[in-house]
């Protein structure tokens, strides 16, 4: 068999995982994303390419697309360097040590089903709020609006599980505007610095997820905050997903958001 019947069929087998990957997260209610729908958009179209390719290659692709194709290899090289490094940069971004004696802790919204508490976003304000009785003198802003099939912002329902945990309300400080990890940290840093005590200077931790902590260190550093990471585990099945995700969100970020 030649290398390039190898190579087709290689296409169709990962056509296919790619096709499997988004209907299996779908059906774990991993919502409607790039991170899930573009597994399944690639996979079609290496399906394709895998059942149809000595075709498109002898009817579409001939001489005169010679230039065309070269400007597309240019083009997936680039997009490849440029995932890598980034995925690479989000790997090493996790976790901070958290130096002793920090007053103000910012909790990042993940989504709600309804008015309950998605999976991810419990992980967040549950981490949140052990650290948060392990420290008293230590605040909280509990940020996110409403999105979306959510009955409430998202600032609202994180506040209520805190105070079910026996936080004091006075120690929470609720942001149910921000519809963007950028306008998470934007509006936070308005809300704190309504307190003539606060110094955007001093460490101030941000707890999220683990694969969205790179990013929400870079925006935070954009706002002029000093933030320190305390990152939430997330599931094996949908890691593939969330960081090609996360790929795309950070160039956004580096282009638009600061």
Known sequence: MSKRAWRYRLCILIGILGILDTIFVLGMQGGINVGTVLPGLAGSILLLW????????REILKERFLLLRRLI???LVLLLSSFLVIEGLILANTEDPIPEGVETMIILGAGLNGDQLSWTLYERVHKGA????????????????????????????????LIEQGIPEERII???KAISTMENFLYSRELLLQDSTFDPAKPL???TSDFHMFRSKFLAK????????????TPWYIRPNVYLREYFAVVKSVLFDV
């Open 50 to 57: 895998g059942l149809g390719g000595e075709w498109i290659r």
């Open 205 to 207: 931790l941000v707890i």
């Open 222 to 233: 954009g706002n002029e905050l000093n933030p320190i990471g305390v990152p939430c585990y």
């Open 73 to 75: 290899m240019v083009g």
């Open 130 to 161: 052990e650290i948060l009785k392990d420290n008293p003198q230590m605040k909280v802003v509990v940020t996110g609006g409403q999105g979306p099939g959510e009955w409430l912002p998202e600032g609202v329902a994180m506040a209520r599980y």
């Open 174 to 176: 609720v942001e149910d």
